[in-house]
Structure formats: structure tokens, C-alpha cells
């Protein structure tokens, strides 16, 4: 796993370089972007770019990849599929210090439609009932304007076992929030607290990720999903998205 504590502006990573060791250059992070190799504009643009945008490197920046980034890094024709790389990675793992995190995929679909399909009261509210075909739909579905790279479909895991199902949208419908499209756990560890602890950990992960609220909607009418969210500090917005089956409340919560 990657020590994110040492991954630089533009995600590099100079712990072992000859010329550090060697007493060189003290080395991006430690030095402020006020390293030997920059001298000559005062310091790396690309370090004081990251700094003004509050992200701790390029991959967590708003508005990540943007068109300067290539040639800001020129020397690296692969940059934003590593910047992207590291994105996924640094945002999975901070989801949750109590579970394993992994995106879900095409394998996992039966240990999903498993998961879900005991949850009847949700469909109850929320037709059609779950099938591993619509598991897979909501697996590749996107809101307008959102790319494959924003979607956070993922599974948390207890000692192999899945225990609760995510889709996370980061950045919609604006750059500071992160929605929810999805969040379902098992009904065996419900009533338990443990849907409220990842929603908590997601809380703290979207605030360090510079998100400042958190959106979702549950079904109107749906007694379980209402208590849930307003335990956990959601309120309506006063907005509504109608369906043809159902009417669905929009919430948010602040991050701080
Ligand atoms: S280019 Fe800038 S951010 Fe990247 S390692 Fe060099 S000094 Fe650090
Ligand atoms: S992604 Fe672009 S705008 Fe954001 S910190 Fe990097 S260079 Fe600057």
C-alpha cells in the first residue's frame, strides 16, 4: 500500500533518490517545492499549483486533470493514468480504517444480489426488485457530465465478507460534493451501528478530500432509509426527483 505521506505534487515519490541521500536536494515535501532543480522560477509550479488548490497532489485536485497538466509534466506522457492510479487508490483507502474497501466488480455480483436481495422492505418502496442484472446496470451507471473515474461502486469487508455495498459519486453535481447513489448493508449486522460508523468514516474521508457536503436521496415513505439518514445528520433539501415508481427525497449533510 502507498505511504501517500510521501507521494509528491505531481506523484512522485523521492524517498531513496541518490541525489536526496546523497544531500543534494532536501526533497519536494520537506523543502516546500524549494528544491535545486526548480531554482530558477523560485520553486516547483506544479508543488505551489497543488498548495493553492489544497489538494496533496495533482490527482486530488478539483479540478484534476486539467489542460496544464501535461505539459507542466511533459517528461511523463502517462501522467494522468498515474495521477488517476493513485487518486483511486488514496481515496479507496481512506474509506475506512474498520473495513477492507475494494471497487466491486462483474465477479462480485453474486455476493451483491446476495446482500440485496435481503433487503425486501427496500424494494418494497424502491420496485423493481434487485436481480444480478440490475446490480450489474447500477454497476456502469453514471449521472450527466460524470466519467467511469468519478464512480466509486465498492464493497466493504469484513474477514472476506461483504457487508455493506457503495456508489459514490465524487465531485456531482458540483466539485465540493461527493453523492451518494447507493448504500446498502447486510441485514445481519444491521441495527448495529456499523452503516452509521461508514457513513461517519465517509463523512471525514470526503471533508480531507476537500468535498463540503454530502447528497443522496432515500424514498419517500421508506421508514427505515428516513431514520437512517436523519440519525446520521441528513436533512431534506426540499427538492424532489420523481420516477414513475417513486418519489425520491433529496438530502444533504454538511461536511465540516
Ligand atoms: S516536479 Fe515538483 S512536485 Fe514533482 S518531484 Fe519535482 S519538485 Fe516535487
Ligand atoms: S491538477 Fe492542475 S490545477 Fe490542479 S494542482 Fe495539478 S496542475 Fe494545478
Redesign the pocket.
Known amino acids: 500500500m502507498t505511504d501517500f505521506t510521501t507521494i509528491t505534487?505531481c506523484g512522485e515519490c523521492c524517498v531513496g533518490c541518490s541525489k536526496k541521500i546523497n544531500g543534494e536536494c532536501p526533497g519536494c515535501i520537506e523543502a516546500d517545492g524549494r528544491v535545486p532543480e526548480w531554482a530558477q522560477s523560485g520553486m516547483c509550479m506544479?508543488h505551489a499549483?497543488?498548495k493553492?488548490?489544497n489538494?496533496r497532489f495533482?490527482g486530488l485536485?478539483s479540478?484534476?486533470?486539467?489542460d496544464?497538466?501535461p505539459q507542466?509534466i511533459s517528461w511523463n506522457p502517462e501522467i494522468i493514468n498515474h495521477l488517476s492510479t493513485l487518486r483511486d487508490e488514496y481515496i479507496i483507502s481512506n474509506l475506512s480504517d474498520k473495513y477492507e474497501v475494494r471497487r466491486l466488480s462483474e465477479e462480485d455480483i453474486p455476493k451483491v444480489f446476495s446482500l440485496c436481495k435481503m433487503n425486501t422492505l427496500y424494494y418494497q418502496y424502491c420496485p423493481p426488485f434487485v436481480s444480478e442484472q440490475s446490480i450489474r446496470d447500477d454497476m456502469g451507471a453514471l449521472p450527466p457530465g460524470k466519467t467511469a473515474a468519478d464512480k466509486y461502486y465498492v464493497g466493504f469487508f469484513e474477514e472476506d465478507r461483504l457487508v455493506a455495498v457503495m456508489d459514490l459519486i465524487i465531485a456531482f453535481p458540483d466539485n465540493t460534493t461527493a453523492f451518494i447513489g447507493f448504500f446498502m448493508t447486510d441485514v445481519a449486522v444491521q441495527n448495529k451501528g456499523m452503516g452509521s460508523n461508514i457513513i461517519t468514516e465517509l463523512c471525514d474521508a470526503m471533508s480531507r478530500l476537500g468535498m463540503k457536503e454530502i447528497r443522496l436521496c432515500w424514498v419517500e415513505g421508506n421508514p427505515q432509509a428516513e431514520h437512517f439518514w436523519h440519525k446520521n445528520g441528513y436533512k431534506e433539501t426540499g427538492a424532489t426527483t420523481e420516477t414513475e415508481t417513486y418519489t425520491a427525497i433529496v438530502a444533504r449533510k454538511e461536511l465540516i
Open positions: 505534487a506544479i499549483c497543488c493553492e488548490h489538494a495533482c485536485c479540478e484534476f486533470p486539467c496544464k497538466l507542466m
